[in-house]
């Protein structure tokens, strides 16, 4: 069905079709569409019991598609996401974002082609590359693992298959965290050993004329630490009477932005610097009140980390903030010759909950925390901040403050570069690559975040403690299965199609690497394991 180029491109535009924005009903609907897609397979009209649908939560599921040989006990994880991020920037073409040879072939035309940066307009005019929503990211991936699957079925491949698609990889992944726990469950069930977890996020290219394809031995890890600053209110007319939250957050933010203390080096590759995602204050309405509550959201990528040693370096930095901030405040309160309203100290949220619940008691915490989980439209960084924003509210002793938490998601770093099969592949597929005369290169770490994440974990010493304890909708709205993910040891891989601009209007998909070179270069790693 699927064992060519051109069938496979036509799957390709299928799927892209079935369009899967986050948080829309069509990523709610691709789960079904894709179990039906399946079934339309000999081996599963045979066993249709081998595909499953897992609750992710807000109507969308996870899919798993087992391809189980009679007597074999090595498996293979195939693991991608079906959804997408939106779609406003394309305009007047919108309509066309989900058909991507009629997307392509309008983009050829003079009036959109001249509006298209240079590099993007050189490769549509190269015709080797479909633009559209999800080509790249990640819906080639997809097709592959279906075509994977439909080949193992056909010629009774001696090892096991697991298609594992999921959604909300591109805000929280719910989809995959949900799979994790049904993925233990398979494999006691069955009675499996996961030699592999391979992923099929795209290559991404490092550069405007680079057109190398990488693989990528393990992938960079995300934590989000977060900030509610809790002044003084006053008037307008009064301002030192008062300290605003703004005049504090100002001095956090300062001292985390591009702050190499976070910066991490491995295998020699290196993060990027932290930057600020967020930063607001939290009045609702305009009034001559000013400002005594804000919130800051940052962003710190992972090599090594864990959450307790980033939640130590960012009380570090924290601490350093506000005693240039005490300090700037002292000095203009004796230049006014006031009293101020004393120092800003720096606190835990886990502290401030301890202090919470001494103060009002366990039910009355737990009855406010409720209040906020309530609103709907709120997602989970804004209900985290709100949380503390409420506790702090009933705890005004402790102001001024900067209470310290962490927001979601959280995605930890896994690597298996060093790992026997991982080196054997790798040669394997940059050998196989040769005979397309294409160059394959190694990258340790995958830097577009992807769901290898919450698989072959590590923590000895359960430092991610210190994630569960300052994350305020941990267990009510959000959780992460490390149990589960510890249980799931083997080594991870990511190889996948070359494409461009992922995220952006010009995403667009390599033909020749993805609908020629990929299958075979998947097929030989799958075959070499058997």
């Not at 605003?244 to 702050?259: D, G, K, R, V």
């Not at 120092?343 to 406010?368: C, F, M, N, P, Q």
């Not at 770490?445 to 403690?465: A, K, Q, R």
Request: negative net charge.
């Amino acid at each position: 069905m699927w064992n060519t180029p051109e069938k496979l491109r036509a799957l390709l535009c299928e799927i892209v079709s079935w369009e899967s924005r986050t948080l829309t009903k069509g990523e709610n609907e691709f789960a079904y569409k894709l179990k039906e897609k399946l079934l339309t397979l000999p081996y599963y009209k045979k066993h249709p019991e081998f595909i499953e649908l897992h609750d992710a939560g807000l109507g969308r599921n996870a899919v798993t598609a087992l391809y189980k040989h009679p007597t074999a006990t090595e498996t293979v994880v195939l693991i991608s996401h079906f959804d997408t991020v939106h779609t406003e920037e394309y305009g007047e073409l919108e309509p066309l974002a989900f058909y991507p040879e009629e997307l392509t072939k309008k983009l050829m035309e003079p009036k959109y082609k001249k509006d298209l940066p240079e590099a993007a307009r050189i490769d549509l005019e190269s015709g080797n590359y479909l633009f559209g929503r999800g080509t790249m990211d990640m819906k080639m991936g997809l097709a592959l693992h279906m075509q994977l699957v439909e080949k193992a079925s056909f010629e009774q491949w001696p090892i096991n298959l697991i298609l594992t698609a999921v959604p909300d990889e591109e805000v929280n992944s719910a989809g995959m965290r949900a799979a994790v726990v049904e993925l233990v469950r398979i494999r006691e069930q069955h009675g499996l050993t996961y030699k592999l977890f391979l992923n099929s996020e795209p290559s991404f290219s490092q550069g405007p004329s680079d057109t190398n394809e990488y693989i990528y031995s393990g992938t960079i890890g995300k934590i989000m630490p977060a900030a509610l600053f809790y002044g003084k209110e006053t008037h307008v007319g009064e301002p030192l009477k008062g300290m605003t939250a703004n005049f504090i957050a100002s001095y956090m933010t300062q001292h985390m932005e591009w702050n190499p203390l976070f910066r991490e080096t491995d295998l020699g590759e290196s993060t990027p610097l932290p930057v600020s995602l967020q930063l607001k204050d939290l009045k609702m309405e305009y009034s001559t009140q000013t400002p005594y509550r804000a919130a800051a959201l940052y962003n710190v990528f992972l090599l090594k980390r864990t959450a307790a040693e980033v939640m130590t370096i960012f009380e570090q930095v924290a601490s350093q903030a506000m005693a240039a901030c005490n300090e700037q405040y002292q000095q203009i309160c004796t230049r006014e010759k006031v009293q101020g309203v004393g120092d800003v100290k720096v606190l835990r949220y886990e502290a401030l909950l301890e202090h919470a619940t001494h103060k009002l008691g366990a039910e009355e915490v737990h009855a406010i925390k409720q209040q906020v989980l309530q609103h709907s439209e709120w997602d989970d960084r804004e209900k985290s901040i709100r949380i503390v924003d409420q506790l702090m509210i009933r705890c005004q002793e402790l102001a001024p403050a900067t209470v310290l938490l962490y927001a979601p998601p959280y995605y930890p770093a896994i690597n298996s570069s060093n790992h026997p099969l991982v080196i054997q592949s790798i040669e394997l597929m940059k050998k196989t690559a040769q005979t397309f005369d294409v160059e394959v290169e190694q990258i340790h770490y995958f830097n577009g975040i992807c769901d290898l994440s919450y698989v072959n974990y590590t923590d000895n010493s359960n430092e991610w403690l210190a994630f569960e304890r300052n994350t305020p909708v941990w267990g009510d709205t959000y959780s992460i299965p490390f149990k589960e993910m510890t249980a799931l040891q083997g080594p991870v891989l990511n190889v996948g199609p070359f494409g461009k601009d992922a995220h952006q209007k010009t995403e667009r998909l390599h033909v020749d690497s993805a609908f020629k070179e990929m299958p075979m270069m998947i097929d030989t790693l799958i075959k070499s394991l058997f």
